[in-house]
């Protein structure tokens, strides 16, 4: 990110997105949940149903021309995909449901045949569920011992205690976050990943919250696996992708067994088919992929960098706004240092009131945990109120946001 | 309907003003309730009278939202002095009717927290079986 990045006009690519069109309760529609799920432009749908009225049928197995073209849109959307993430090659981009199945995929396929006892599966204080609780899950099944790394005051990882924990055992797994789907804290995963890797370690990298906000590269981050979530980043839900390194790719076992992901099949066994199709056993969702691959163009049509810039100052505007609230308490880093997301509370009224008071304005945020219990166990809450926003977020959401948090504060008055 | 009726005056004053808030330190039915989707977390103690039936006192300590917390302190109203077997088969419909506002599923869960966890307690001091819907409640334990 360079000032000399072109801004985006929010309001402008507004209009692509026909959901803003309608009103609730006679108030205009304020969007604040980017983070839980984005909405989708006309773009990506109109592709989607051009798709399914002109090019759809099987992938991979149809001889005739609509077949061909069904699988020409899958496969150009792994190429979309792979250049996105500055892969290697499109080979290493699976198709998954979403990033939570990719990090399943990697625990159950990578993880149950590779850890054992003595290793060390380390996690952070500020993954996602998706990105613990299977690994959690992975080291109790193989003997493996299971480390959370903790956060400091600011929500930054802290990393002082990386020479006294590789010593308690082999590093073979880090699974870390780019950015948390809570705080919103944009981590240099840098440090651990070089740790990592000194020590004989994988890193299996969570950017479902990165990829719509940032640009991705895989090979600059020096990662092994990575996940991403189409629903996230302007693209239909049911579809994901993740990246391996092909040389774990290879070496790994199927994660799902069916057709498509074979070589050849006979009563006394089965060999395996190539990547990526060797993780892709069924029907794939090919529309859904298909809507992926628009959904990076749009992306990548707005700019990558100009939306970086426009939810960071987003980020500074609703921090600055927020601190007006009386009895608001902001959780995470500062705004240079964060994504489009702003975690907080409002004293004497649960996230769960503040959400419905909201929503009675039109302003849609998140209340509860975000599926991160081990940070709220941190922060000492139960649950916090969190807005997040994407391109086509305007400032006078996060005013109306305000607004409403000063009704909900008169209501518990 | 607007939120000024939603947080209707009675809702906001047992939040503010929780009855039988505490802990019972020997109580004869306790058990500890969660709500997963919104961090909702309600214990209930219970002590029965001398005939080992009637819910002589309930207490109940907790954090979350206004409608969970609000529910559960009327709920304590509304089942003291009653018996303990017919309050572990209480219709959730006498307290919706006292909370007395339209609930989504989501705060439906909320506000039937206090009622559920208090019908396990009943059911854990008698001895008998948990209701359909109320099995299976354990959390995933993977040590």
């Avoid at chain 2, 919104?38 to 009278?49: K, L, P, R």
């Avoid at chain 2, 300590?61 to 572990?88: H, N, P």
């Amino acid at each position: 990110m360079t000032p000399a990045t072109k801004a985006l006009d929010a309001r402008k690519l507004r209009a692509d997105f026909a959901i803003f069109e309608q009103t609730f309760a006679g108030k205009p529609l304020a969007y604040l949940d980017s983070a839980n799920t984005s909405q989708k432009p006309r773009q990506v749908l109109d592709a989607m149903t051009e798709f399914y009225e002109t090019s759809y049928a099987n992938v991979h197995r149809a001889v005739y021309e609509l077949g061909e073209r069904a699988t020409a849109g899958l496969e150009g959307a792994r190429e979309k995909v792979a250049r996105f993430l500055n892969a290697p090659s499109a080979r290493e981009i699976v198709f998954v449901r979403n990033a939570t199945e990719a990090l399943n995929l990697v625990a159950y396929s990578w993880g149950l045949s590779n850890l054992g006892a003595g290793d060390l599966v380390v996690v952070t204080e500020l993954e996602h569920h998706s990105n613990f609780v299977p690994w959690q899950f992975a080291a109790k099944q193989t003997g493996a011992s299971f480390r959370m790394l903790p956060l400091d005051d600011q929500g930054e990882l802290d990393l002082s205690g990386l020479d006294e924990l590789a010593r308690e055992g082999n590093v073979k797994l880090v699974a870390v976050n780019l950015v948390s789907n809570s705080l919103g804290t944009i981590n240099d995963i840098a440090p651990l990943v070089r740790w990592a890797h000194e020590h004989g370690g994988v890193v299996v990298c969570d950017a479902a919250q990165a990829a719509p906000h940032t640009r991705v590269d895989v090979q600059a981050l020096d990662v092994d696996f990575l996940a991403i979530s189409g629903h996230k980043m302007c693209g239909p839900s049911g579809i994901g992708a993740l990246w391996g390194r092909s040389e774990l790719l290879h070496a790994m076992p199927p994660f799902l067994m069916g057709g498509h992901m074979i070589h050849a099949v006979t009563y006394e066994k089965t060999t395996f088919g190539e990547l990526p199709a060797k993780f892709e056993a069924g029907t794939s969702p090919i529309a859904e992929a298909y809507g992926l691959g628009c959904a990076v163009d749009y992306l990548e049509g707005v700019g990558l960098d100009a939306i970086e810039r426009h939810e960071h100052e987003l980020a500074a505007y609703a921090l600055e706004r927020l601190a007006d609230v009386p009895g608001v308490q902001v959780y995470g880093p500062p705004a240079d240092r964060r994504a489009g997301i702003v975690s907080f509370n409002v004293e004497g009224v649960h996230p769960h009131d503040v959400a419905q008071i909201l929503g009675g304005e039109g302003v849609c945020i998140r209340a509860g945990h975000h599926c991160c219990q081990p940070l709220m166990a941190k922060l000492g809450v139960a649950a916090t109120n969190r807005a997040s926003f994407y391109l086509y977020t305007v400032r006078e959401e996060i005013d109306q946001l305000v607004d409403g948090l000063h009704k909900a504060r008169s209501i518990f008055a | 309907m607007t939120d000024e009726s939603f947080y209707r005056e009675i809702i906001l004053d047992h939040y503010k003003n929780p009855r039988g808030h505490g802990v019972l330190a020997d109580a004869d039915a306790e058990a500890e309730g969660k709500n997963p989707l919104c961090g909702d977390e309600v214990s209930i103690y219970v002590a029965f009278g001398e005939d080992g039936e009637t819910i002589d006192e309930v207490k109940f300590a907790g954090r979350g939202c206004a409608i969970s917390q609000a529910a559960t302190s009327m709920l304590t109203e509304m089942v003291q002095g009653r018996s303990a077997t017919e309050v572990a088969e209480l219709d959730k419909d006498e307290l919706l009717e006292e909370i007395g506002i339209p609930l989504t599923p989501i705060r439906l869960k909320c506000a039937v927290l206090g009622l559920t966890t208090l019908k396990v307690a009943l059911h854990k001091a008698k001895g008998t079986p948990l209701p359909e819907g109320l099995a299976g409640l354990d959390e995933l334990d993977l040590t």
